[in-house]
């Protein structure tokens, strides 16, 4: 759509703000997009993708504590690129729930399961929990439907939730 | 642990678990920024509104693009009829190229006897919507509508003549078929974000083909291709 939501960057301030997190992170962000793509050209892609997604949604930048903002942009950058890598294989794998029968004793034993879920259901989860995206704007993103975007959060969160509950894990 | 308990214990997990991922990442990945990158940077820093929409535009010429898919499932939907009409059968003939699985070329050979491309315009914009530009050719003409929040509608057809040829890629998209007052047309729902949705019609008493890029939904986009008018002299 062309239609861009980019008032929260009229401002100065948003504008100084956004040159800031630019100058601060764009070296994590670049060197994430280029260990998940290998290619120079497709890591500036997903650079430029992710920015994009940046500008149109700053204004959850406002909400996000400094601490945690480059893991937002991480987790931008990161899905543009798991995207880009799927436009280029043009193969999407089925998705692995059986590591889902791992122990899983403690909190980062969790944080270790988390990283082995299947890509479009973190990635779905991702953008639900950190980036606060909506489940259609999830489906547009991810290029899967509405339908799909909830079955992945709903299966993910009942699954952890069992396991937070069952083995007394918190963060 | 209630709803937004389990959100907000997942929210920090998913952080950590980047965080994890981030130290843990390898330090030899090397990103080497090309001219060309540092330059769209440069250009964000200094204007992110202005870059994100001339991004946004970039997309909209990949959405032009595929109009000639369009074009294709037009013309195989008539081939029953176009069976029994030898003009158009022949002007499908004179369209159709060359097309496999990934993109298909479409050249048009019909000799150019138009003397000049008639003035069409959108008469039903939505509301605030204004022509800001209008740019032709012997066989083109562009027609950008924006409104005050920015959003804009691209209205283009073209004169199907001799030599005219697009060559697309084929991406994910809906389409469905339209009907655009007595005419059929193909409206385009981009899966992909950024992209427009596409409207597309052929009159082939005028031989013109139609075309509307915006970010509205099929009933908006039906509405705006009807209201296209000749303009009176």
Redesign the interface.
């Known amino acids: 759509m062309l239609a861009l939501l980019l008032a929260s960057l009229d401002s100065e301030t948003e504008q100084v703000k956004f040159t800031r997190i630019y100058q601060m992170h764009h070296k994590t962000m670049e060197a994430k997009a280029f260990s998940i793509l290998k290619n120079q050209q497709d890591a500036e892609d997903a650079m430029q993708n992710a920015f994009l997604q940046v500008i149109r949604h700053f204004e959850k930048a406002g909400t996000i504590a400094d601490s945690e903002l480059i893991f937002w942009l991480i987790s931008i950058v990161k899905n543009e690129a798991l995207l880009i890598l799927r436009k280029r294989t043009r193969v999407v794998p089925p998705e692995d729930w059986s590591f889902f029968t791992s122990d899983v004793t403690d909190y980062y034993s969790l944080l270790d399961l988390i990283s082995r879920l299947p890509d479009t259901c973190r990635a779905a989860l991702e953008m639900k929990l950190i980036c606060g995206y909506t489940n259609k704007e999830i489906a547009s993103y991810l290029q899967i439907s509405e339908t799909a975007v909830s079955t992945r959060i709903t299966r993910a969160k009942t699954f952890l939730k069992k396991l937070l509950e069952s083995e007394g894990i918190y963060p | 642990?209630t709803n937004d308990e389990?959100?907000l214990?997942?929210?920090?997990?998913?952080?950590?678990?980047?965080?994890?991922?981030?130290q843990s990442?390898?330090?030899d990945?090397?990103?080497?920024?090309?001219t060309?990158?540092k330059r769209?940077?440069k250009k964000?820093?200094h204007n992110?509104?202005r870059?994100?929409?001339i991004?946004?535009?970039r997309?909209?010429k990949y959405v032009l693009q595929r109009v000639a898919v369009i074009l294709l499932i037009f013309i195989t939907a008539l081939a029953g009829t176009l069976m029994l009409i030898p003009d158009a059968r022949a002007a499908v003939t004179r369209w159709l190229s060359k097309w496999n699985e990934s993109h298909v070329t479409f050249k048009y050979t019909e000799p150019n006897s138009l003397a000049e491309l008639a003035a069409y315009t959108i008469t039903g914009l939505p509301e605030t919507f204004s022509e800001t530009e209008r740019s032709s050719s012997e066989q083109l003409v562009s027609v950008q509508y924006q409104n005050d929040?920015?959003?804009?509608i691209y209205f283009s057809y073209i004169y199907m003549h001799d030599g005219a040829s697009t060559d697309i890629h084929i991406d994910?998209s809906e389409i469905s078929s339209v009907a655009v007052g007595n005419l059929t047309g193909f409206f385009f729902h981009s899966?992909?974000?950024?992209?427009?949705?596409t409207i597309t019609w052929i009159d082939s008493e005028n031989q013109l083909q139609f075309v509307i890029?915006?970010?509205l939904d099929i009933s908006e986009m039906t509405a705006l291709a009807v209201s296209v008018e000749k303009n009176k002299k």
């Open positions: 642990m389990l959100d214990a997942l929210r920090q997990a998913l952080l950590e678990s980047l965080q994890l991922e981030q990442a390898p330090s990945m090397l990103f080497s920024a090309s060309e990158y769209q940077m964000m820093l992110p509104h870059w994100a929409r991004k946004a535009m997309t909209r929040t920015g959003d804009i994910a899966l992909q974000p950024d992209s427009l949705n890029d915006a970010s």
